[in-house]
């Protein structure tokens, strides 16, 4: 039996498979400490499950886009997922650092698929202002993920050790996949037989990237996820490690963070149509400054608490909810003939932005929440100049009367 595209229940499938990705991060975050113990290395190599993880994320969306362009979202999201649950048995099983890294890696390479073509879906089933709309109500879904994971990672870190997480995601995607076989129908109605040439898939990826309102999108969302990305790559060590949470509640700490990100992603949905993308993007810069520069102050003072970091990432998690749907639908909007691989694109610089900051904050953490705090004030600055490109882009772009 096939889902109705217009149907509740493919929703909830697709924001599933978008919310791959969190999960994949978000519910081994508490174990991360326990797995540098486990494996005697330094916070760095800790870390480097996250940054890798990104990396290899980044890389395979370039190859996702164009391959469901050409051949359907359907074939290519089941040997995603068939390729994740492979790697999660290996990440479970693994016997060093160096086995767990590379598994990762190859983790990262299934899991996009979930998100890239979940997007695309998206897009293929509904217009450029209902995608809007859609992203919200899925990224308010999806949000659950960073709420729920953490929480659920912290426990099965108290009660079973780190290897616990990588079973338990391992069981997440066996479930996706048979759901994906078994009721997803195809929703590419405009493949395309060259969208995998070389030479068609770089003049796309050229035309995409001339465009001064797709680059002013991508990157606003991108900077945006890199100060999200820099708290999560930094929150377990300085959390757990230097305020001295538990795991378990160090993935509280972390839900309750996640309900700014769901009250964003709630405007949005409520109040997109009604102000467009860009007053939305506007208003989540403005939270995104309440959050991250109040932070980075306070880490600079020397104050360390709980209170100090989850307040402030509160606020900038609303910001985030109000950015990343509208950003997105911004972005791959305007090409629907090249949904995927706008799609990908986009989600190659947002996740390689997010693995460079996640591998600078490993690099440079001292034990405090200073290098977490301040990479999550400069992106959000970052985002803001980027923002203000896009509007002037735009303004060159309207003939004047």
Wanted: charged share 10%.
């Amino acid at each position: 039996m096939r889902l109705r595209p217009d149907g509740a229940a493919i929703v909830v499938l697709l924001t599933t498979l978008v919310a791959l990705g969190p999960i994949s991060t978000d519910l081994y975050l508490p174990s991360l400490p326990a797995i540098r113990t486990s494996f005697d290395v330094g916070q760095g190599f800790a870390q480097l499950t996250l940054s890798l993880f990104m990396a290899g994320f980044a890389v395979s969306q370039l190859a996702y886009g164009p391959l469901s362009d050409r051949f359907g979202r359907r074939p290519v999201l089941i040997g995603g997922l068939a390729l994740y649950v492979a790697a999660s048995l290996a990440c479970l099983l693994a016997p060093s650092m160096g086995v767990l890294l590379a598994a990762r890696a190859v983790q990262a390479m299934g899991a996009c698929a979930g998100p890239v073509l979940g997007r695309a879906v998206v897009r293929d089933i509904a217009g450029p202002g209902r995608a809007a709309v859609l992203l919200s109500y899925i990224g308010m879904a999806m949000a659950l993920a960073p709420a729920v994971g953490p929480t659920i990672g912290g426990y099965l870190q108290v009660a079973f050790g780190w290897r616990a997480a990588f079973a338990a995601l391992m069981g997440v995607a066996l479930m996706l996949l048979l759901a994906v076989v078994l009721a997803l129908p195809e929703t590419n109605r405009r493949r395309n037989p060259r969208a995998t040439h070389t030479r068609e898939l770089l003049a796309a990826y050229r035309e995409l990237l001339a465009d001064p309102v797709y680059r002013g999108y991508v990157a606003t969302l991108a900077l945006t996820f890199a100060g999200l990305f820099s708290f999560i790559s930094g929150a377990a060590f300085v959390l757990i490690e230097a305020v001295g949470l538990s795991p378990d509640a160090f993935g509280l700490s972390f839900a309750t963070i996640v309900v700014g990100y769901i009250l964003g992603n709630f405007i949005s949905s409520r109040l997109t149509q009604r102000f467009g993308h860009d007053r939305m993007i506007a208003g989540g810069l403005v939270c995104v400054l309440a959050g991250g520069l109040p932070m980075a102050a306070l880490a600079l003072a020397g104050v360390q608490t709980a209170t100090a970091v989850v307040a402030p990432m509160a606020v900038f998690m609303v910001g985030a909810g109000l950015i990343l749907p509208n950003a997105m639908a911004g972005a791959v909007g305007p090409y629907p003939e090249k949904a995927g691989s706008a799609s990908a694109l986009l989600g190659f610089t947002q996740m390689g932005g997010a693995a460079v900051v996640g591998a600078l904050v490993g690099h440079l953490h001292d034990g405090t929440a200073r290098p977490m705090a301040l990479a999550l004030a400069l992106s959000g600055i970052a985002a803001v100049l980027a923002f203000r490109r896009l509007r002037a882009a735009q303004a060159r772009a309207v003939p004047a009367v």
